[in-house]
């Protein structure tokens, strides 16, 4: 399939998401791709997707770029999370008036490549600005790759973690003899006696919690981790086939139960109810991810550190992640001078990352992972290990941040945190969720 063919039916698919939220300005560049005129508004035209602490601190990123190369300008443009950004994105590279520079999340780099939005690295200036393989965390360099190709530079990886609250942990006897971190802990025995631990020994209302109720992302963070201690990803052949491990659903499904059944976590919580256990030491541990860091350091007088979660079923820890990650996408115009300004700008962006670290995420540029700016954070330096155990979402045109698979197939896992299904009939429920996208046509062939 050609490129442009491959750019159309994935419009098709979703350009419906881009037109009802994308025209709100006519002076956008958005717009100005759809009629035709060149939004060089910049040296270097960036879209992004932060708001927050995230998006503070790619603002000082920006700057620090601006401060080092004067000559070269910036235009920052933030637009809405998930499919609204993805699909804005698509429909200005394919009306061939695209940003510079571009972020994706790693899980949906897939489609994006298939789809001949993006251009590839090699063919890019930032080999020559020493951009290159050995300086990357492997996973998401591997996650970057795409059949061969290299299409993306990852920026940071954001992992689920394990927090707790370390006042409640030292009550449990969880502490290790310096009282910097948790005693070893591997497999699902060890794991539920922590839990039990602060909850009985440690006084906690629960030994842990998550956010649960109406939060089906969290939830398939937390599903997808404990299942791939065991099996491959759960559909392959490009999101084509289910590949169901029956007995290793059921492990962890059953699994999963032993820490709700019980009461030793709640069957069903909002994210603020989850918060305010946590924030108030009414729960020892926090199922979340790094990027609620910076929420916790606000709570008055609470002591939190955040860990790697340890092999729970299996032999070896799994960490669920995703990764930011920066792109060039497809430009035919040609304009040397404009895809160097955007490769010094990456580039500028990966030495600036130890300040992209203060919201929680792990540098992927090893550099900076290394540096004594990365080294004094605390606790990001507590969990890089997970950064190495990356497991990211499977493989296909539906999958990713902010999907709505992870909407569909988180929710059959909050059945089963309610124990409202059992593990047996977690399998049935499970196939006939993914049934609605193996068997639909994807918009672009991916290999």
């Known amino acids: 399939?050609?490129?442009?063919?491959?750019?159309?039916?994935?419009?098709?698919?979703?350009?419906?998401?881009?037109?009802?939220?994308?025209?709100?300005?006519?002076?956008?560049?958005?717009?100005?791709?759809?009629?035709?005129?060149?939004?060089?508004?910049?040296?270097?035209?960036?879209?992004?997707?932060?708001?927050?602490?995230?998006?503070?601190?790619?603002?000082?990123?920006?700057?620090?770029?601006?401060?080092?190369?004067?000559?070269?300008?910036?235009?920052?443009?933030?637009?809405?999370?998930?499919?609204?950004?993805?699909?804005?994105?698509?429909?200005?590279?394919?009306?061939?008036?695209?940003?510079?520079?571009?972020?994706?999340?790693?899980?949906?780099?897939?489609?994006?490549?298939?789809?001949?939005?993006?251009?590839?690295?090699?063919?890019?200036?930032?080999?020559?600005?020493?951009?290159?393989?050995?300086?990357?965390?492997?996973?998401?360099?591997?996650?970057?790759?795409?059949?061969?190709?290299?299409?993306?530079?990852?920026?940071?990886?954001?992992?689920?973690?394990?927090?707790?609250?370390?006042?409640?942990?030292?009550?449990?006897?969880?502490?290790?003899?310096?009282?910097?971190?948790?005693?070893?802990?591997?497999?699902?025995?060890?794991?539920?006696?922590?839990?039990?631990?602060?909850?009985?020994?440690?006084?906690?209302?629960?030994?842990?919690?998550?956010?649960?109720?109406?939060?089906?992302?969290?939830?398939?963070?937390?599903?997808?981790?404990?299942?791939?201690?065991?099996?491959?990803?759960?559909?392959?052949?490009?999101?084509?086939?289910?590949?169901?491990?029956?007995?290793?659903?059921?492990?962890?499904?059953?699994?999963?139960?032993?820490l709700t059944g019980p009461g030793l976590m709640p069957k069903n919580l909002t994210g603020a109810g989850a918060n305010a256990l946590f924030s108030t030491g009414k729960a020892g541990f926090l199922f979340d991810g790094e990027w609620q860091i910076p929420t916790y350091r606000q709570v008055k007088d609470l002591r939190f550190n955040v860990v790697p979660f340890p092999a729970l079923l299996g032999p070896k820890p799994v960490a669920y992640a995703d990764s930011h990650a920066l792109i060039l996408p497809r430009n035919d115009r040609g304009d040397e001078t404009r895809t160097r300004s955007a490769a010094k700008f990456v580039r500028s962006l990966l030495d600036s990352s130890a300040v992209w670290a203060e919201g929680g995420h792990v540098p992927a540029w090893l550099p900076t992972q290394r540096s004594r700016a990365f080294l004094d954070q605390s606790p990001q330096r507590n969990y890089v290990e997970a950064a190495f155990n990356a497991q990211y979402d499977p493989v296909a045109w539906y999958t990713g941040a902010g999907s709505d698979f992870q909407g569909v197939i988180g929710g059959t896992v909050i059945e089963a945190l309610a124990g409202r299904i059992t593990p047996g009939g977690m399998v049935a429920a499970m196939r006939s969720a993914l049934k609605r996208y193996t068997t639909s046509r994807p918009p672009v062939t991916m290999k």
């Open 1 to 258: 399939m050609s490129g442009a063919m491959a750019r159309r039916r994935f419009l098709a698919l979703g350009g419906g998401l881009a037109l009802t939220g994308g025209l709100a300005a006519c002076s956008s560049p958005l717009v100005s791709g759809l009629t035709g005129a060149q939004p060089n508004t910049a040296d270097v035209v960036f879209w992004n997707l932060f708001t927050g602490g995230d998006g503070a601190n790619m603002v000082l990123m920006e700057k620090a770029f601006q401060k080092a190369d004067p000559g070269t300008t910036v235009e920052a443009t933030v637009l809405g999370w998930g499919n609204p950004y993805y699909t804005k994105l698509a429909l200005a590279i394919a009306s061939g008036t695209p940003p510079d520079v571009g972020i994706t999340h790693l899980s949906r780099l897939p489609l994006l490549a298939a789809s001949g939005l993006l251009e590839p690295i090699e063919r890019t200036p930032l080999g020559e600005l020493g951009v290159t393989q050995d300086k990357f965390t492997p996973a998401a360099w591997k996650k970057a790759t795409v059949d061969g190709t290299v299409y993306a530079v990852p920026l940071d990886t954001h992992p689920f973690v394990l927090y707790y609250n370390v006042d409640i942990a030292r009550k449990a006897g969880l502490l290790n003899s310096t009282g910097d971190d948790l005693v070893p802990l591997k497999g699902k025995e060890d794991f539920v006696d922590a839990v039990k631990a602060m909850k009985e020994a440690g006084g906690a209302q629960y030994g842990a919690a998550m956010s649960i109720t109406a939060d089906p992302s969290t939830a398939w963070r937390f599903f997808s981790m404990v299942y791939s201690g065991l099996a491959g990803p759960i559909v392959t052949d490009s999101g084509t086939k289910i590949a169901i491990d029956e007995a290793a659903l059921r492990e962890a499904v059953a699994f999963i139960q032993s």
